[in-house]
């Protein structure tokens, strides 16, 4: 049961295939929402939206690589007719490249600032003209974006990924500016999840021992704990749960907003 009531509500999730875009997901449709799951990766995707269904939801999968301007052209008019509206984008995809900067790979920073940065604000483009007066999926909604504890503080290895989380709270601040200035009727915020364990996490350990920042993975994990108030990792449902709420009406008011969701870590 979710305490934000979403019936009615017609969601998208970016990344929704495996890890917090997948658990986003499903919290969305426990509270009451239709979802489409939209990811790069088809297989996983599929899986995601048949076990949605399994749990009782409305969810479809809809192929979207959200660096591409023409795939969001054909993934956001599919998701609406699936959906038959719009009222919620979670732009949650994302990819993490680690790495010190005096060894970056050039192709590694560029992949991240394609996929974080030119994926996120293409998506706020889709979301506004889909959800604008007007538009094909109906007046108003929420966007949530996905940015990062990383983009609240500074941890080694994770340079130039920070770089692009601090853009995907920039480009919260001036789309939630542009859509209330020119009365889309968007609310659009963002989360900063810390640390979870889903694939992307547990990789950015390992990679944080392998370039010798750490003697071992679990203690990378553990210097992330140690620097935690509420002294754990995060779990999927924690930020889960944050989304649902910036997207719910008990948000009503809230907009250009970032949401620590990191147990303390990056106060
Ligand atoms: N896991 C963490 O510790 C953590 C912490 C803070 C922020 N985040 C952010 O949360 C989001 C989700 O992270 P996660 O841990 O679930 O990662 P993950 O790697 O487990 O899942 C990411 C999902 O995004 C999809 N994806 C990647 N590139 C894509 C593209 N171009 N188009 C469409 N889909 C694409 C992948 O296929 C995958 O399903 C990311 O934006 C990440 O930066 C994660």
């Not at 192709?107 to 600032?113: F, G, N, T, V």
């Not at 994926?119 to 949530?144: D, N």
């Not at 983009?151 to 989380?165: C, D």
């Not at 779990?235 to 008990?250: H, M, R």
Request: proline fraction near 4%; include cysteine; charged fraction near 20%.
């Amino acid at each position: 049961m979710s305490v934000y009531d979403l019936t009615g509500r017609k969601a998208m999730v970016t990344g929704g295939a495996r890890g917090l875009g997948e658990g986003m997901a499903r919290a969305l449709a426990r509270a009451g929402a239709a979802v489409v799951v939209a990811d790069i990766r088809e297989d996983l995707g599929k899986a995601t939206a048949s076990s949605l269904r399994e749990e009782g939801a409305n969810a479809e999968f809809v192929a979207l690589d959200i660096t591409s301007d023409d795939s969001w052209g054909q993934a956001m008019p599919q998701a609406i007719a699936h959906l038959s509206g719009l009222d919620i984008l979670v732009n949650n995809a994302g990819v993490e490249i680690t790495s010190l900067l005096v060894d970056l790979d050039a192709e590694s920073a560029r992949r991240m600032l394609d996929v974080n940065v030119l994926g996120t604000a293409l998506g706020i483009k889709h979301g506004f003209r889909a959800m604008r007066p007007g538009g094909a999926g109906g007046s108003g909604g929420a966007i949530v974006n996905v940015a990062s504890v990383a983009a609240t503080i500074a941890f080694p290895g994770i340079a130039v990924y920070s770089a692009t989380k601090s853009a995907v709270d920039r480009l919260t601040r001036v789309a939630a500016m542009e859509s209330g200035k020119l009365g889309y009727g968007v609310r659009v915020n963002c989360v900063y999840p810390g640390l979870v364990p889903t694939e992307m996490g547990n990789q950015l350990a390992v990679d944080c021992a392998e370039i010798g920042l750490f003697p071992s993975p679990q203690e990378a994990a553990g210097a992330v704990i140690g620097l935690t108030p509420l002294g754990r990792l995060g779990e999927v449902p924690d930020i889960a749960d944050a989304v649902v709420f910036l997207a719910s009406d008990g948000a009503r008011f809230i907009t250009g907003a970032g949401l620590p969701v990191d147990g303390g870590m990056g106060m």
